[in-house]
């Protein structure tokens, strides 16, 4: 079924399921061409640095992978480790994937020859690998281990403040206290890594789905101008990136999918044609079908025809989903993805210091709890301008009272209670933000206070006195890929410098023209009809930094819904 223009067909009786066994065929078929030789066997263990230590032992065991990835790192986790690393010069990486990913399965990723690449470096890949070379020794496995170092742009700070960078979104200024800057790396270096031998690849930031693609090219030898094949490998990696997201979490038909105790990872299996079926492990939780895979498509892609990446500019709006039967817990067959010139500037994800902020939260029980909660928010805010007024201080730079369980997040459209009482009982959560720590402080050592001195049934404040913290915001700009220099570390020795290539890339914007809708929707309703969104479309959220936005596979972009 195409995704052009992004019509997910929403229903089970659009999803033309392909009569084929449950591995590849090596008969021609209509549509996606069959691996031309052996297909590469990717699993993903991790979409996020926290995600649940279930994934690696389903994957190593149950996925007969070739590689195993992690993607650990967004906007937010690069800073964070910034922190950490000025905290400690061993700091700045995921600990997590060390401790709790590798080391408890090294033995068994070595006996079965999975090599592993993850970004799990952070802003400080040469001691995650040195960790993970520790924990190598102590279970007497021989492991190259390489690492991939150039994103920090860090030591370019005081050349660029005069350079007038603005951000790419707000058109601001590059702020003065910048915390962090990263490029977002291709998959080259990490292909390369592979080239030379490694069994392991620790990168830096670098863009998720590259953690994906550099096995593919690795794999198949892809060139730096087989644009159509570099997008197929980035939606490859583009699906499988966030882990659980495209197997059955947090999928519009949450109910339809079982087993999230148990849910299964996933796992691409790509020719070197390009095209990939998308499955999981055997005996796992979870879902894989037309429906999730379509939203995980259209999460933070923003235009569909034109997906910047380091490697190559994405054209996904052709893609093709289809369902697969005779898998356990289901699979679909992708392809169709296009592919152009890359850019010639990398995208740099910076962040800087705005203040600091706190969040209380506190549960509030008996008759009226959402007026006990609201006024009690307003008087500890209330309280601490008074403070601020006698120390000094400018007011907050921003508050937020929300009153849990009186659906404020529904604003206007919220559903009140018909006896006029609300609920009995509800939950304050009240964040402030403030330019000095010493204000949020105050903030923070009034909230205990309000359970003696103001409304009638606070039970308590979650989590204790609210903890103070930095807020850090993100900064978007484009660096020239000809200003930045890759290295390349194998256990510890540094063995490459890589410089980008830009005889295959190009600034030039391609314009296509909108795909044109299937004759086979023709069947559907006309004239004004009410449907809930969630009967019509596959939603899916993403977020960069600050922007949030909200990506649709609606069932039909004709349909009147008045």
């Known amino acids: 079924m195409s995704c052009a223009a992004l019509l997910g067909l929403r229903g089970p009786r659009l999803l033309g399921a392909a009569a084929r066994p449950p591995r590849w065929s090596r008969r021609r078929s209509a549509g996606c061409e069959p691996p031309a030789g052996a297909a590469v066997r990717?699993?993903?263990?991790?979409?996020?640095?926290?995600?649940?230590?279930?994934?690696?032992?389903?994957?190593?065991?149950?996925?007969?992978?070739?590689?195993?990835?992690?993607?650990?790192?967004?906007?937010?986790?690069?800073?964070?480790?910034?922190?950490?690393?000025?905290?400690?010069?061993?700091?700045?990486?995921?600990?997590?994937?060390?401790?709790?990913?590798?080391?408890?399965?090294?033995?068994?990723?070595?006996?079965?020859?999975?090599?592993?690449?993850?970004?799990?470096?952070g802003i400080n890949p040469?001691?995650?690998?040195?960790?993970?070379?520790?924990?190598?020794?102590?279970?007497?496995?021989?492991?190259?281990?390489?690492?991939?170092?150039?994103?920090?742009?860090?030591?370019?700070?005081?050349?660029?403040?005069?350079?007038?960078?603005?951000?790419?979104?707000?058109?601001?200024?590059?702020?003065?206290n910048i915390h962090s800057m990263n490029i977002y790396l291709g998959a080259r270096p990490i292909s390369r890594a592979l080239d030379l031998g490694a069994d392991i690849v620790v990168t830096g930031r670098c863009v998720d789905s590259g953690i994906v693609l550099g096995p593919l090219i690795h794999s198949f030898g892809w060139n730096r101008d087989d644009y159509d094949l570099l997008a197929a490998g980035s939606l490859a990696g583009h699906l499988i990136e966030c882990g659980a997201q495209c197997t059955g979490g947090i999928f519009t038909d949450w109910h339809t999918v079982p087993d999230w105790h148990n849910i299964g990872f996933p796992i691409v299996e790509c020719s070197s044609e390009g095209d990939f079926i998308l499955s999981k492990p055997p005996d796992t939780g979870g879902l894989i079908s037309f429906g999730t895979v379509a939203e995980q498509l259209v999460y933070e892609l923003g235009n569909p025809q034109r997906y910047l990446l380091p490697d190559v500019t994405c054209d996904f709006s052709q893609v093709s989903i289809t369902?697969?039967?005779?898998?356990?817990?289901?699979a679909v067959k992708v392809c169709g993805a296009k592919g152009l010139p890359p850019s010639t500037f990398y995208k740099v994800n910076a962040t800087y210091l705005d203040g600091f902020r706190a969040t209380a939260v506190c549960p509030v029980g008996g008759p009226k709890a959402v007026q006990k909660a609201k006024r009690t928010a307003e008087?500890?805010?209330?309280?601490?301008?008074?403070?601020?007024?006698?120390?000094?201080?400018?007011?907050?730079?921003?508050?937020?009272?929300?009153?849990?369980?009186?659906?404020?997040?529904?604003?206007?459209?919220?559903?009140?209670?018909?006896?006029?009482?609300?609920?009995?009982?509800?939950?304050?959560?009240?964040?402030?933000?403030?330019?000095?720590r010493e204000a949020v402080e105050i903030f923070s050592k009034e909230i205990a206070p309000a359970g003696t001195g103001m409304a009638p049934g606070l039970t308590g404040i979650v989590g204790g006195r609210p903890k103070?913290?930095?807020?850090?915001?993100?900064?978007?700009?484009?660096?020239?890929?000809?200003?930045?220099?890759?290295?390349?570390?194998?256990?510890?020795?540094?063995?490459?410098?890589?410089?980008e290539d830009l005889t295959f890339t190009s600034d030039e914007v391609v314009s296509f023209d909108l795909p044109k809708i299937s004759s086979e929707l023709k069947d559907l309703p006309s004239g004004p009809h009410t449907y809930r969104l969630e009967d019509l479309a596959y939603t899916r959220s993403g977020d960069k930094g600050n922007s949030a936005n909200i990506d649709e596979s609606v069932w039909c972009s004709k349909l009147s819904m008045n």
């Open 42 to 121: 990717i699993g993903c263990a991790s979409g996020f640095w926290g995600d649940t230590a279930t994934a690696v032992p389903q994957l190593l065991y149950g996925g007969k992978l070739d590689f195993l990835v992690f993607d650990y790192l967004s906007e937010i986790t690069m800073s964070l480790l910034t922190a950490a690393k000025a905290r400690s010069p061993v700091l700045g990486y995921t600990p997590d994937f060390v401790s709790t990913a590798m080391a408890p399965y090294i033995k068994d990723i070595h006996r079965k020859g999975v090599r592993v690449i993850s970004n799990a470096g």
């Open 126 to 176: 040469l001691a995650c690998a040195a960790a993970l070379q520790e924990v190598a020794k102590k279970a007497d496995v021989d492991l190259k281990i390489a690492v991939v170092a150039g994103d920090d742009l860090m030591s370019e700070k005081e050349n660029l403040k005069g350079a007038g960078i603005t951000d790419l979104e707000s058109g601001k200024q590059f702020p003065e």
């Open 323 to 330: 369902e697969i039967p005779g898998f356990d817990g289901g």
């Open 379 to 436: 008087g500890i805010l209330q309280r601490t301008r008074l403070i601020f007024s006698q120390l000094g201080y400018e007011d907050y730079s921003a508050v937020n009272i929300q009153v849990l369980g009186s659906e404020d997040t529904y604003g206007p459209h919220a559903r009140r209670s018909i006896d006029g009482q609300g609920p009995r009982e509800a939950v304050i959560w009240l964040a402030v933000h403030h330019k000095q």
């Open 468 to 499: 103070v913290s930095p807020v850090l915001k993100p900064f978007f700009f484009y660096y020239p890929k000809n200003n930045v220099q890759i290295n390349l570390f194998l256990n510890g020795q540094h063995v490459e410098i890589l410089e």
